[in-house]
């Protein structure tokens, strides 16, 4: 799981630095427009109240100016400053972005590097310095991609595909999550943007384009059988064997991921047991069905996923 866990107002990354140097001028602006108003408020209970009977033409100055006026210019001023922030930050297509498809599921995420012939899941990985390209869709509902320490949010949405593109400033994991309610288990559809040095990232895409590891010894070897057997692979899929699923995450280098469920559980052993074993205790709702699987078998299956680096 990130131990950097950082906000939108603590910025790693230049498009979320030019989003956070917009909130703080909002916010210093509403500061000094709240401050105004507390005094003019004050100065108003203690004024002598003889001297200005009825709707002088002093009241109707400061029912102009304070009612009208002066949101004016402060509406106008922010749409100004949000205007030029809006022109600067990149859409896509950079000469040397990385280009990384996103398509959002109900409650996960499939992400391919088209470049690199590389298939995961929840878990985008990213050189430090360079801008990765976003493609987002969606495959049924409305989701919504945000890394708050690395740039604004944007939809996924069905038929059609949205870009942005970001990068970060230094090496981290840096925690995305699905912003837009899409669903019981909306709270459990995180991410991991991985940003790492560029000859770290060569070797991660290396990595990702293998098939899969084969199974080490006996038990593992039965892992692979019961996968087939009990249906698992029906949705998912592990490239260099028979499971060709597509309706659930790609599991070829399941072992390397950080998390589990999108984020919900760190990949630890311990986690992928009770994962696997229960998956409608940890999310429920989630279309991975609880399966019937015996003791030995299901110690086979989990010998197989470690396996699968
Ligand atoms: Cu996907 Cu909320």
């Not at 006026?69 to 402060?74: A, N, Y």
Request: net charge negative.
């Amino acid at each position: 799981m990130p131990n950097d866990v950082f906000g939108s107002l603590d910025p790693r990354g230049p498009v979320a630095a030019e989003m956070a140097d917009v909130w703080w001028f909002m916010f210093g602006l509403g500061l000094v427009v709240f401050i105004l108003f507390a005094v003019l408020l004050v100065s108003g209970l203690f004024r002598d109240k003889g001297s200005d009977r009825g709707m002088g033409s002093s009241s109707h100055r400061w029912i102009v100016g304070g009612g009208v006026v002066l949101p004016v210019v402060v509406v106008t001023v922010v749409f100004g400053v949000t205007l030029a922030a809006m022109r600067i930050l990149p859409v896509g297509g950079s000469g040397d972005a990385v280009v990384v498809d996103v398509i959002g599921h109900q409650w996960w995420w499939e992400v391919h590097y088209p470049d690199h012939d590389v298939t995961t899941a929840n878990e985008i990985h990213m050189p430090v310095g360079r801008p990765v390209e976003l493609r987002l869709s969606s495959a049924d509902v409305i989701h919504s991609f945000w890394v708050p320490s690395l740039g604004g949010k944007l939809d996924l949405l069905p038929d059609r595909v949205n870009t942005m593109e970001f990068s970060a400033d230094e090496p981290g994991e840096y925690r995305g999550v699905c912003a837009e309610f899409c669903g019981t288990q909306h709270a459990k559809m995180g991410f991991l943007a991985v940003a790492e040095s560029p000859a770290e990232f060569e070797a991660w895409l290396a990595t990702q384009s293998q098939q899969a590891a084969e199974p080490v010894g006996e038990v593992a070897a039965r892992g692979r059988e019961v996968f087939s057997e009990v249906g698992c692979a029906d949705c998912h899929t592990i490239e260099g064997t028979d499971a060709v699923g597509t309706t659930g995450p790609d599991l070829t280098h399941l072992a390397t991921r950080e998390t589990l469920a999108a984020a919900t559980l760190p990949n630890t052993p311990e986690h992928l047991a009770d994962w696997v074993g229960d998956p409608q205790e940890i999310k429920e709702g989630v279309n991975m069905p609880d399966l019937p699987i015996g003791e030995e078998d299901m110690a086979a299956l989990l010998a197989y996923l470690e396996g699968l680096e």
